[in-house]
């Protein structure tokens, strides 16, 4: 399965999904954990003058449509609904990459 992750540093998940200039993509199987590529993104907070943007969300979203979840840091109430609504699985997972992967993959079987 392919999972988006936000980092900025690619070790940690540790950014805000609204503040996510990239999504690291990684392909989990079993175990395995496979690094596929990174997609830029034009952060969704700061990007109108209210602070938020609705296209830049759509376009945050369709980034990732082919994921199953995007893990992050923390995400807001409106960008994880309209994630749900798109059948990607938003989760809040502050921790190193890869234990989250795992654990992620472990807790959806």
Known sequence: MKVAV????GKVINQHFGK?????IFEVDNGKIRFI?????????G???NGHSDNALGS???????CK??????I?????EELIKSGISPVEAPYLIDEALIKYER???
């Open 6 to 9: 936000v980092s900025s540093d």
């Open 20 to 24: 996510a200039s990239r999504f690291l």
């Open 37 to 45: 590529e990174e997609r830029a993104n034009k952060p969704v907070c």
């Open 47 to 49: 990007s109108a003058e």
């Open 60 to 66: 945050a979203i369709s980034l990732i449509m082919d």
């Open 69 to 74: 979840a995007v893990l992050c840091a923390r």
């Open 76 to 80: 807001g109430g409106g960008a994880e």
């Open 107 to 109: 807790w959806i079987r």
